[in-house]
């Protein structure tokens, strides 16, 4: 978990998100981790209910939310996010929204058959708190979709440019035990992805839209490099 002030100065604008979307793609694989997620958003809808309820936490600019809403046609969604321009970005989409503390949700318990955080739960300044409250809004028998990073996550760059790996509390690595404070079964998918610079100013960009305190330095490229990412989809219920 990085500061919450540095956090929410982070998300106030959509600019260093974009930046660090925009350099990722499958790896060997072809796997695109978004794809894992809808599945399993769509393995965990109740068959039962004629409009199952799926809620996102940390929406971003609603771009995976956006992309549920395609896949699932049939949900009723909400995309929730503590930026209020996040929120703003995913009201444009036309996705319900609202300004909300994933540790503090402002919906009744029993009300969500899904709940949605991707990349996000390392965010949390309390992660157990936050995780109550996702459980406390589950109905019973509902899941918890969470997207999260492997410790090695682009790892080489960030060594590379005079940084280490990126610290998490909520990590590929751990999340599972995390999750199982919670939840009574959690089920895994790895992804390895890989993100491509075309030359050192997009990769420097990248590294400094993260806003840590590293005085990140590189060579010029000869050309473009690509790195591994590690990404983990967990499915808790």
Request: some cysteine; charged content about 25%; aromatic content about 6%.
């Amino acid at each position: 978990m990085r500061d919450p002030e540095e956090v929410a100065r982070q998300y106030a604008s959509e600019q260093p998100l974009e930046t660090r979307r925009a350099v990722w793609g499958p790896g060997p694989s072809g796997v695109d981790p978004v794809d894992v997620v809808l599945a399993e958003v769509g393995a965990a809808l109740p068959a039962t209910r004629a409009l199952p309820d799926v809620l996102e936490v940390g929406c971003g600019t609603g771009a995976l939310a956006e992309r549920i809403r395609s896949a699932h046609p049939g949900v009723a969604l909400l995309a929730t996010d503590a930026s209020a321009r996040m929120v703003a970005l995913v009201a444009d989409r036309g996705i319900p929204t609202r300004v909300m503390d994933a540790a503090a949700m402002d919906v009744p318990t029993d009300s969500y058959d899904v709940v949605v955080a991707a990349w996000m739960l390392y965010h949390l300044p309390d992660l157990d708190a936050g995780l109550a409250e996702v459980r406390r809004v589950l109905r019973p028998g509902g899941s918890l979709v969470a997207v999260t990073l492997g410790e090695e996550h682009v790892a080489d760059l960030r060594r590379e440019a005079g940084g280490d790996p990126l610290p998490l509390s909520f990590s590929a690595e751990n999340g599972e035990a995390l999750l199982r404070r919670h939840f009574d079964a959690v089920r895994r998918t790895d992804v390895e992805t890989r993100a491509t610079f075309t030359d050192r100013d997009q990769a420097l960009a990248y590294l400094r839209s993260t806003g840590e305190d590293v005085a990140w330095s590189l060579p010029p490229f000869d050309g473009p490099r690509a790195y591994a990412g590690h990404v983990t989809v967990l499915t808790a219920s």
